[in-house]
């Protein structure tokens, strides 16, 4: 099982709406993936209430790497990513195997 773990922080206002809007957004965008993509068997997004931290944190398992990949290339996980990285400032990711 591979686990990849993004957590980012949103720029205060972008694409016509607010940090917490676009949060909101995002969460609705990356947990409809897990009804769209193969291999992916848990999507969890959360929306950070800490005002210290990473503002919207994603949580994923896949089966294997080549599940992972076949979910970073999918053209729906393209589109999302797209819209996020309109709207975010930064950026942490980890991925690893158990």
């Known amino acids: 099982m591979v686990k990849h773990i993004v957590m980012y922080k949103l720029k205060p206002f972008a694409e016509g709406a607010d940090k917490k809007?676009?949060?909101?957004?995002?969460k609705k965008k990356l947990e409809n993936l897990q009804s769209v993509i193969p291999g992916s068997f848990k999507i969890e997004v959360g929306i950070n209430y800490n005002p210290g931290g990473y503002d919207v944190v994603l949580y994923s398992e896949f089966n294997d790497h080549d599940a992972l990949e076949t979910y970073l290339l999918h053209p729906d996980h393209l589109r999302v990513k797209e819209f996020i990285h309109s709207v975010m400032s930064d950026r942490a990711v980890a991925d690893y195997m158990i």
């Open 21 to 26: 809007a676009n949060a909101i957004q995002m």
